[in-house]
């Protein structure tokens, strides 16, 4: 971690792309290959094991047909990708979306790689998803769609090999119909096959709200070294599902106020702070906050000009462009959504002063609490909430030092610095264990 970035043999390298791959400059597994090479000239000798971060271990696509319930019959494409398991069995989510493809489920798991090694857990990098819209089907079709996807990939998957949880459109319902679905195949109950499960079926308590705390606490912890004081802040989500409301109602919590949401339903803003508890009811009554009364409904567009302290894009990848990185008017950036940010607009945030905190750290905290779920359902001895809370507090802490650290001894970004910190733990795992055979 010791050379300059003119001085190393590997500074030129270009991104490399795999057959199967449309080098398209928005795509997320380019945003991600160009956060790897932003960070080559920082691993030192490690870099020439670089390569191995640019392919992914394995890739399974499956078709996943099932029976509608008007008799026909619909099939829909499903993947798993392993991205790395140099340092334990793969760990992401499965998302449930129509835009899903087998490139973005790859850099999904990818920056799982990365953030699980950021933190520190003893996990590699995978994720999932079906090419769906999961809000056309019926209860009965989302569950035939799910036990038949759980099959497909239970060649892959497994509490040792690779522990699916829940990520867009994906709960604990369906977490729980994946495990009932392996356990029949495998003849016994496997709690810990995934994560993000309901709490009576070896879930944990805190994971339903553990991405949206761990954004909270490395949004306070950022504010606090950055001067901005949370009581009376003014906060903006884009996305407000699992990890947008968990975070917003923690920084309410905290003193301050949601100025803006926006979600597929709409975008409503009320400089005054929205009252959380209407927000809540309108969310489970119409599915959306779109409609919420004490709001100004505004333009998707406008979003991003908002008058605020605080943005956090907790929603789809590839939300901040250049032309929106030049408009925000946030001091901070809380990437709760995985791959929020083009790597041309971190340049233009930085450039303005907007410190980002990225979502390899920031919205870390789901998979932490699945690491406690899964230590939990192994040991079948089950912890307190406020244990649960603690201790993510503590790991996000830790972890967001580090990466401080590291940033300012490069004068590097909060995200180079966690690739920084994470492609060291990773490539040494990768050197120490040797290329087989
Ligand atoms: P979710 O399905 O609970 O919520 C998604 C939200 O995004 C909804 O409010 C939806 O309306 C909104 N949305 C969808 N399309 C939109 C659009 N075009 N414009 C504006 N809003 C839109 O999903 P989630 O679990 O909250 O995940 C959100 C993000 O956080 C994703 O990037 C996911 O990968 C990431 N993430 C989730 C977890 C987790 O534990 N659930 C962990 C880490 C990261």
């Not at 380019?30 to 992914?56: F, I």
């Not at 008017?329 to 303005?352: C, F, I, Q, S």
């Not at 079948?380 to 300012?408: C, G, H, P, Q, Y």
Request: glycine residues 10%; neutral net charge.
């Amino acid at each position: 971690m010791n050379v300059r970035h003119d001085e190393h043999p590997f500074a030129e390298t270009a991104m490399s792309y795999l057959s199967y791959v449309t080098p398209n400059a928005t795509s997320p597994w380019h945003t991600y290959l160009s956060q790897v090479d932003r960070v080559l000239p920082y691993l030192g000798p490690l870099a020439r094991w670089a390569e191995t971060l640019k392919r992914p271990k394995r890739a399974l696509i499956v078709d996943v047909p099932i029976e509608m319930d008007d008799g026909t019959v619909q099939h829909f494409e499903g993947y798993r990708v392993q991205h790395n398991l140099s340092r334990g069995p793969g760990k992401g989510g499965v998302r449930y979306h129509p835009d899903v493809t087998l490139e973005e489920v790859m850099a999904l798991s990818a920056w799982m790689t990365i953030k699980n090694a950021g933190v520190g857990l003893p996990y590699g990098g995978a994720k999932g998803g079906i090419r769906v819209d999961p809000k056309k089907l019926s209860n009965k079709e989302l569950e035939r769609m799910t036990r038949r996807y759980t099959s497909e990939i239970g060649i892959v998957i497994g509490p040792q090999r690779d522990i699916p949880a829940p990520d867009v459109n994906t709960n604990p319902q369906i977490m729980a119909w994946m495990m009932d679905t392996y356990s029949m195949n495998t003849g016994s109950t496997a709690t810990g096959v995934v994560t993000g499960k309901p709490i009576h079926l070896g879930g944990s308590l805190g994971r339903v709200k553990a991405t949206g705390r761990g954004v909270f606490v490395t949004g306070r912890e950022a504010a606090r070294r950055i001067g901005l004081q949370l009581d009376g802040a003014r906060v903006a989500v884009q996305g407000f599902g699992n990890v947008g409301s968990a975070a917003a109602e923690l920084f309410v919590g905290a003193g301050a106020k949601i100025v803006a949401v926006q979600d597929h339903t709409g975008t409503i803003v009320n400089p005054r702070g929205f009252d959380m508890q209407g927000l809540m009811a309108t969310l489970h009554r119409d599915g959306g906050v779109g409609q919420f009364k004490e709001g100004d409904r505004i333009d998707d567009e406008a979003f991003w000009d908002v008058d605020c302290d605080i943005v956090i894009p907790a929603a789809l990848e590839g939300q901040i462009t250049v032309p929106r990185a030049n408009r925000l008017k946030a001091r901070l950036v809380l990437e709760g959504a995985n791959g929020p940010t083009l790597p041309e607009a971190d340049d233009v945030m930085k450039e303005r002063g907007i410190l980002v905190v990225p979502d390899v750290i920031c919205n870390a905290g789901g998979v932490t609490v699945s690491y406690f779920e899964w230590v939990q359902d192994f040991s079948s001895f089950f912890w307190s909430e406020d244990e649960i809370n603690v201790r993510l507090d503590k790991i996000m802490v830790d972890a967001l030092k580090k990466i401080w650290d590291t940033a300012d001894q490069h004068k590097i970004t909060l995200r180079t610095a966690t690739f920084a910190v994470a492609c060291e733990r990773i490539l040494i795992a990768r050197e120490e264990r040797g290329l087989y055979p």
